[in-house]
């Protein structure tokens, strides 16, 4: 069963706040993923690891930074949430080659008031 | 990159009607998924089908690798098929997916 967690599940914070949005997985899974997506619209990648220690950008250049200290763990955090950051965020995490089949979270619904 | 094309972009159906929908792709994939994504934003696995046929219940998916298409089926739709659909695939260097943008269906009872 594959299990993947995302917390919090909605989010409501002012502007200028420091956020972290946590995403864990227990599958051991080294490949992991956060997405941006806003309501209605294709999903953007915005950060990637390949394993504990590696981070990479997406596709969407983005605000939030991210780190991967722990395999199991890839939280995203913004220093200053601003109103452009309300967004939905997914985390995935995907099977090792040849199999590469991803999972995803259940989502983070950001609001910055 | 590769391109990801998904058709239609808008279905709306009948319940109990069928329903095909198509994800062209640009490139050579060694990864391709469907997913369902609900209501509530959370993206569902339906297949994991780089080639080949699978079903699952009202569900079926063929991805044909070297025309460079795949196909979702959904037979006696239900309203709880209501949502996004999304193809994502994988090339082989990549090391990251390719969403395409989606096809919303709706089914009304």
């Known amino acids: 069963e594959a299990d993947i967690y995302q917390t919090p599940r909605y989010l409501v914070i002012g502007t200028g706040k420091k956020i972290t949005l946590e995403c864990s997985q227990t599958m051991g899974h080294d490949k992991m993923y956060w997405y941006q997506q806003d309501p209605g619209m294709e999903l953007h990648l915005i950060h990637y690891?390949?394993?504990?220690?590696?981070?990479e950008k997406g596709d969407l250049s983005s605000e939030s930074t991210v780190s991967r200290i722990r395999t199991e763990h890839f939280p995203l955090t913004l220093e200053s949430a601003r109103p452009s950051h309300t967004s939905q965020y997914l985390c995935?995490?995907?099977?090792?080659?040849?199999?590469?089949?991803?999972?995803f979270g259940q989502g983070t619904r950001l609001t910055v008031v | 990159g590769i391109q990801v094309e998904q058709s239609p972009p808008d279905l709306i159906l009948q319940e109990g009607a069928n329903s095909t929908l198509r994800c062209n792709f640009s490139d050579s994939v060694n990864n391709l998924q469907w997913f369902h994504q609900n209501p509530w934003g959370q993206l569902i696995n339906l297949f994991y089908i780089p080639s080949g046929t699978k079903q699952n219940g009202r569900l079926s998916a063929t991805t044909v690798a070297t025309e460079r298409y795949s196909l979702l089926y959904i037979s006696s739709s239900q309203t709880t098929d209501s949502g996004v659909y999304f193809c994502?695939?994988?090339?082989?260097?990549?090391?990251?997916?390719?969403f395409g943008d989606g096809t919303t269906l709706t089914v009304k009872p």
């Open positions: 690891s390949y394993g504990v220690n590696s981070t």
């Open positions: 994502a695939v994988e090339t082989a260097n990549a090391g990251k997916s390719t």
């Open positions: 995935a995490s995907s099977e090792p080659p040849p199999n590469t089949e991803a999972f």
